[in-house]
């Protein structure tokens, strides 16, 4: 039996995307499948991909469709799903896919403009200008295809699930034509890809691989359309970034520090850049967050020293967070007890899962400030 026309049910979960329901068409038609008749390989439910599901739960005909249900698992990695018994010679993997649905997705309109690329979910309004939350995502969102950032991780979607009367926009880095492996090899070559590295900011490059400020600025000059056309409210347009979103989120506030009521870094990258503008943070109320640690330790110790600074120079308006392992273990992250420590500091590296589920109230607090 051959699958044919097969279609991935998804949608952005805690730990990124992941699948719960394939449907298929059989090539012959063979009635009475059940789910012993498919084997589930690297199909994974946890963040570190270590922990496979139990297989598939149940199998429907309808026709000559089929349709697998099975609790949810990651779409990120290269899983195989195959027939065997009388589903023999079934095999579903990410190559042979047709279509992959993505919940909510659909609720972002797609653009182009002045070069940059842009998803937007745009609220029902009535009359009043409407907030505006724009969202940088990581380096595994960066891309040409106007999607990867909407799907690489938890982010966008969940922000417009959560507040359906704002704005969320989601622009895309641009790659520089370096894939995620391709720069994270040249990172190695220097020597430890995950140390704080003061000095020259690499990512200010013309053509370079993340959020540029002059790319930042042409998502400003966006922003500013959108606010003199009525639009979005001048007075509740706010920023929020992980890991390489979050120094862009430092960056952002630093390239159009008039627009922003609050901002909010999670996991921000500190480098040449990042750390003197953290230092000398333009007034505009911020909140970061991380783990208590993640796959950059001395992260914590150069973000600590900054905002100590700013606190004693009377910063009120900022705030720092460090999110605990209890804390992390709600959330699934750090449970597993058959990874490296290196595997473990990327699982605590997904913080951001913590900040989108409002701990601490780090979105509320990002929601109640307004522009004078």
Known sequence: MKADKIKLYTAIRDY???INKITFQMDPVVPGLTPDDFETIDCFDDLSA??????????????SEATLTMDWFLYRIDFQIKGKGAADGVLINKAVTEDVEVLHADWFS?????????????????????????FLHGGGGSGEDNELQLTDTIGAIKLAERCPDMYVMAPQAPTGGLSL???????????????VVLG????????????????????????????????????????????MGGGGTLKMI?????????????????????????????????????AYIDHSPSRHAYILRAVSNLWKKG?????????????????????????TTHELYLENHNSWILVLHNEHCILDWMFSHMKE
């Not at 797609?110 to 070069?115: A, K, N, V």
């Open 16 to 18: 990124g995307q992941m």
């Open 50 to 63: 270590k922990r496979s599901i139990p297989g598939i739960k149940t199998v429907e005909i309808n026709g």
């Open 110 to 134: 797609r653009h182009t403009e002045d070069g940059v690329n842009y998803c937007l979910y745009t609220p029902k309004r009535e009359s009043s200008s409407r907030p505006l939350i724009l």
């Open 181 to 195: 492996q391709e720069m994270f090899a040249r990172m190695v070559a220097k020597g430890n890809p995950y140390r």
């Open 200 to 243: 020259s900011d690499p990512d200010n490059e013309f053509d370079a691989r993340g959020w540029t400020r002059w790319y930042l600025a042409k998502i400003a000059d966006i922003i500013r359309r959108m606010i003199a056309s009525g639009d979005v409210d001048p007075k509740r347009v706010y920023v929020i970034g992980m890991s």
């Open 254 to 290: 630093s390239v159009a520090p008039d627009l922003f009521a609050a901002a909010v870094p999670i996991c921000p990258s500190i480098n040449g850049e990042s750390w003197p503008i953290l230092n000398q943070l333009p007034p505009i109320p911020t909140f970061i967050a991380t």
């Open 315 to 339: 910063r009120t308006d900022v705030e720092y967070v460090l999110f605990t392992e209890e804390e992390l273990e709600k959330y699934g992250i750090g449970l597993n007890t058959d990874v």
